[in-house]
């Protein structure tokens, strides 16, 4: 008699059958789950000692010493030479990291199998698998464990952080006796016995309650004060040969009686129906960005876990947080923004989740006054975007660091976000609530950094830091030069349309001029008799030997940790020939040592662009197992949600040949030989647009919710306007 068995997709399901302690770590990112309000990292709900459960709540950083971070090398190529001495570091404050403190893991579980209480280290575990649902965002868990009495119980729980509720997290559990009829007690209790990196406690404990089925407690943040309320309530029920119990947590920033109260509802409501509901909206944001393409299911299964973080990552407060590098799913970089949400992550969210995205512009912009005091503090006038920051908007990079006043680019990487988000969604008014006023303080910025080389009658842009961060001591970086250059131009450009705010911050008519020509005379490296572009001045004197290179030992060396002239082609492709970014796809390719998750997806995304498809596809392969694999022996740290974005961009932009202007939709497909269909969908002026690409024909279909009409070019094809709900196939 055959039994039916459900097989498992590996381009939804990811799992790993182990109980090692040893990679606990990495298992706990890998099965993390969140909805950028709560992030719960993956970690075993009966919570033993080695289990590091991690719970984190948005927003709610905490003031820590600098042993959070730990200090880095004195060689280390990041480390500023004065500020890494014994004197420097003495004037460090003992409250001078922020991040978000780990709190009480909210769903922790307690199961005795008569009078004796399970534990990883008194009880033989015969089976531990965790399987991630990739197309539900939430985690399961099969662990079956024997007593020293020879009795065999197992444990099948599931868990989801809601996408429904913002501060909702359910977990189920179902416990069977597989040899034995003794006694089973469960219950659910939130655990306290955690901590940040290096045993640094950030948050002390406030008012508590705890009952039969629900308790509570707060929890107030080391240095900032804010309070948050936890509070899990607990339903049980049995067979004959089964106990089930239900946990509903509910944590943030809220009375402890109002947490109470909405853990109690989401227990009347139930399991099953906020479940749900939660798989019903995850499947809703799956729709609206839908990738997929028929690669080997292990590039496939790790393009989609990427996909799956991007939309975990999201903030439903995304205007008070933005994105943080690695969401809330790891310790690593301390849930800080950097460039990656403004450079990498903008124009994903950009695509597929325009009305959202627009909160990222309103964190930059809302925080301008700050930006403005971080340019004073380095001595330069405008706008200076903090490298590192949070939601206070203040420079958090470590402070022994050379980082903060070098790695300049990202202030322009925050200003484009306003012009790109006006071309390709319509919105013209952010420019004039936001975006102008953004623009021309960054422009101010940049125009205080250049320098006049009277020598060679041009300006430069000395003493930066390049972005690939093995070089961080470097004159007129091209990556930060060409976006300089981009600031000044438009800056001027707009001037005269947006005059009324020009005037009320002070910007002349002449002001704007000097911009436009010091974007003029500002000294951009152009590509050598080779077609080769030198990433900074000096960068081709380097030594050519690559072996040894580390962070401790690389500046002498032409090694790149991600490549700097590839990056640029990103926003500035139209600068450059197929033939030079193919020459120097080549060139940068033999030296990048992908020390950064960045490296592998942009270099996927530069080759897809310039047809190189094997090389893109090896690239692409590599970046989606990044986490899955730990290619970098980092993932511990949490996900590399970025790398996300970027692989959709070498998947969508560059096999895809999308291309959003404001003029309408650009399509030059570039599918691979390997795969026969390409689908993904975005949206241009908020009208959502379907495409496919097979080898044959690109179909193109438009919603019909919104009465707006879309402008389409084929490759070389004149324009065509497609109606709202039409569906137009073009042959190829």
């Known amino acids: 008699m055959s039994v039916e068995v459900a097989t498992r997709d590996p381009r939804f399901r990811y799992w790993v059958q182990s109980a090692k302690k040893e990679l606990e770590g990495k298992l706990g990112t890998t099965f993390s789950l969140s909805n950028g309000m709560l992030g719960l990292r993956g970690a075993h709900e009966e919570c033993p000692a080695w289990g590091r459960p991690e719970f984190y709540v948005a927003a709610t950083y905490a003031d820590g010493p600098a042993e959070l971070l ?122 306290e016995d955690v901590s940040n990196t290096n045993g640094i406690r950030l948050w002390q404990a406030g008012r508590r309650f705890a009952e039969e089925t ?12 804010l309070t948050v309320a936890i509070a899990q309530a607990e339903q049980i029920r049995e067979t004959a040969t089964e106990t089930f119990i239900d946990l509903f947590a509910v944590a943030g920033e809220m009375p402890l009686d109002v947490a109470r109260e909405r853990a109690q509802a989401a227990r009347a409501k139930g399991y099953d129906a906020c479940a749900d509901d939660h798989r019903q909206q995850y499947q809703a944001i799956r729709e609206a960005s839908r990738v997929e393409f028929d690669a080997n299911a292990a590039t496939v299964q790790g393009f989609n876990f990427g996909q799956m973080h991007l939309h975990m990552a999201f903030s439903p407060v995304a205007e008070k947080t933005g994105v943080p590098i690695k969401g809330l799913t790891g310790h690593g970089y301390r849930f800080l923004t950097f460039w990656d949400m403004d450079f990498h992550m903008f124009p994903y969210y950009l695509m597929t989740r325009p009305r959202e995205v627009r909160k990222l512009l309103e964190y930059r912009f809302n925080q301008l006054p700050q930006y403005r005091r971080n340019a004073q503090r380095w001595g330069a006038a405008g706008a200076q975007v903090p490298w590192e920051t949070n939601t206070r908007g203040e420079e958090e990079t470590a402070p022994w660091l050379c980082l903060q006043e070098r790695e300049i680019h990202i202030s322009a990487d925050a200003a484009y976000m306003f012009k790109r988000y006006a071309e390709v969604t319509g919105d013209a008014q952010v420019m004039q609530d936001m975006g102008a006023e953004f623009t021309f303080e960054t422009a101010r910025f940049y125009a205080s950094r250049l320098r006049w080389n009277a020598a060679k009658h041009r ?216 795969w026969t269909r390409l689908a993904f969908t975005v949206y241009w002026h908020f009208q959502k647009v379907d495409i496919e690409i097979t080898h044959d024909a690109i179909t193109v279909a438009l919603g019909a919710a919104r009465p707006c009409t879309v402008p389409l070019r084929v490759g070389d094809n004149g324009w065509r306007e497609l109606s709202a709900g039409s569906r137009t196939v073009f042959g190829r």
Request: include cysteine.
């Open 214 to 225: 629900v308790r509570g407690m707060e929890c107030i943040t080391v240095g900032t004060g």
């Open 459 to 674: 300006y430069d842009l000395p003493d930066i830091g390049c972005p690939d961060q093995y070089h961080t001591f470097a004159d007129n970086n091209i990556f930060i030069s060409l976006w300089a250059h981009w600031n000044l131009t438009y800056a001027a450009e707009i001037y005269p349309t947006y005059g009324s705010v020009a005037t009320a911050i002070g910007v002349s008519a002449e002001e704007a001029r000097q911009w436009a020509e010091m974007a003029g005379k500002l000294y951009l490296i152009e590509p050598d008799a080779d077609g080769i572009i030198e990433e900074f001045d000096g960068f081709f004197g380097l030594d050519a030997d690559l072996d040894g290179i580390s962070e401790t030992y690389c500046r002498h060396s032409q090694a790149v940790k991600q490549p700097d002239v590839l990056a640029a082609f990103i926003p500035f492709e139209a600068r450059y020939s197929r033939e030079i970014r193919r020459r120097n796809w080549a060139f940068y390719n033999a030296r990048t040592l992908h020390g950064s998750s960045l490296s592998l997806p942009g270099m996927a995304y530069a080759a897809a662009r310039c047809g190189l498809n094997d090389e893109a596809l090896y690239n692409l392969h590599q970046s989606c197992r990044m986490d899955l694999d730990d290619v970098n022996l980092d993932t511990e740290r949490g996900v590399h949600v970025s790398g996300g974005a970027v692989e959709w961009g070498a998947v969508v932009n560059g096999f895809g040949g999308l291309d959003a202007t404001a003029e309408g939709l650009i399509l030059q497909p570039n599918l691979p030989r390997q």
């Open 70 to 191: 730990g200090f880095h090398d004195t060689d280390h190529i990041l480390t500023h030479p004065d500020r890494i001495t014994p004197q420097a570091l003495a004037t460090v404050g003992r409250q001078s990291i922020q991040t978000l403190p780990n709190l009480p893991f909210p769903v922790a579980l307690r199961i005795a199998v008569g009078d004796e209480t399970f534990s990883f280290e008194t009880h033989k575990v015969l089976t531990s698998e965790r399987m991630l649902e990739i197309d539900h965002a939430c985690m399961q868990r099969t662990l079956v464990f024997r007593d020293k009495a020879g009795r065999r119980t197992r444990i099948d729980s599931s868990r989801f952080v809601s996408m429904v509720d913002p501060n909702l997290i359910c977990l189920r559990a179902r416990v069977q006796r597989l040899n034995h009829d003794a006694p089973l007690a469960l219950g659910g209790f939130l655990y």
